[in-house]
C-alpha cells in the first residue's frame, strides 16, 4: 500500500538556523499539506498546495516559512530561521481529492 | 472561530466492549468529517470518513453524524487492546480550502 515518506525522522537544529523537511507524497496524489503538532496540543494546519501553488496558509506560516515541489515527487517544507516554539512534529500530508488525507511519519524538530 | 471540541478523556474500557467516542464541531457550515487514530509519538491515521448524516460502518468502526446537532461520534465495537490511542476528530468546513481543523483527541484506554 502507499504511503507519505518524510525525512528525517527528527532533526535537532539551533536557533537561527534553516532546516529543510522533505516529503514524498502518494505517486498519484494531487494535494499536499504541512501540518505541525506542538507537544499536548491539538494538530495545526500550516499550508496545502495545488498545481503547483499555495491554495491557503495559516497564521502560523509567516515569511520564516516556504514550500516548493522542486520535482515531480518531493515535497519540502523550509523555515529560514528557526525559533524555539518551532519545535514539535511536522507531518506532511497528501490527498488524492482534497476530502481525505493520508499522513506521513513526521519529522520532530527540536530547536534548541 | 471555527472549533472542534472533544472530550480528552481517558475514557477505559474493557476489552470487547464497545467504545464511544464524541465530537462537537461550532459552525454549521462544515462539511467533511474524518476520524483519525494517533498512537503516542505517532502520525494521525484516517481511519473514518463521513459526509451525510446517518451511520457509516467499517468492520468494527461505526462513525455517526448529526448536523442538526452538529456533533460526530465514532463507535468501536469489541474492542481491543491494540485499540488504546488517542482518536482524533477532524473537520473540513465548506470554502476553506480543504483544511482539516482538528480536535484535542480522546484517550483511549482498552484494558485486557
Known amino acids: 500500500e502507499p504511503e507519505v515518506t518524510q525525512t528525517p525522522s527528527h532533526q535537532v537544529t539551533q536557533m537561527g538556523q534553516e532546516v529543510i523537511l522533505r516529503c514524498v507524497p502518494i505517486?498519484?496524489?494531487?494535494?499536499f499539506y504541512w501540518y505541525r503538532q506542538i507537544l499536548g496540543q491539538k494538530v495545526e494546519f500550516l499550508v496545502s498546495?495545488?498545481?503547483?501553488?499555495?491554495?491557503?496558509k495559516s497564521e502560523i506560516f509567516d515569511d520564516q516559512f516556504s514550500v516548493e515541489r522542486p520535482d515531480g515527487s518531493n515535497f519540502t517544507l523550509k523555515i529560514r530561521s528557526t525559533k524555539l516554539e518551532d519545535s514539535a512534529m511536522y507531518f506532511c500530508?497528501?490527498?488524492?481529492?482534497?476530502?481525505?488525507?493520508?499522513f506521513g511519519p513526521g519529522t520532530r524538530l527540536t530547536v534548541t | 472561530q471555527k472549533e472542534v471540541e472533544q472530550n480528552s478523556g481517558p475514557l477505559s474500557v474493557p476489552e470487547g466492549a464497545i467504545a464511544s467516542l464524541n465530537c462537537t464541531y461550532s459552525d454549521r457550515g462544515s462539511q467533511s468529517f474524518f476520524w483519525y487514530r494517533q498512537y503516542s509519538g505517532k502520525s494521525p491515521e484516517l481511519i473514518m470518513s463521513i459526509y451525510s448524516n446517518g451511520d457509516k460502518e467499517d468492520g468494527r468502526f461505526t462513525a455517526q453524524l448529526n448536523k442538526a446537532s452538529q456533533y460526530v461520534s465514532l463507535l468501536i465495537r469489541d474492542s481491543q487492546p491494540s485499540d488504546s490511542a488517542t482518536y482524533l476528530c477532524a473537520v473540513i468546513w465548506t470554502g476553506n480550502n480543504r483544511k482539516l481543523i482538528w480536535g484535542l483527541g480522546t484517550s483511549l484506554a482498552v484494558n485486557p
Open positions: 505517486s498519484n496524489h494531487l494535494y
Open positions: 498546495f495545488y498545481n503547483n501553488e499555495i491554495s491557503e
Open positions: 500530508a497528501s490527498s488524492p481529492d482534497s476530502y481525505e488525507q493520508y
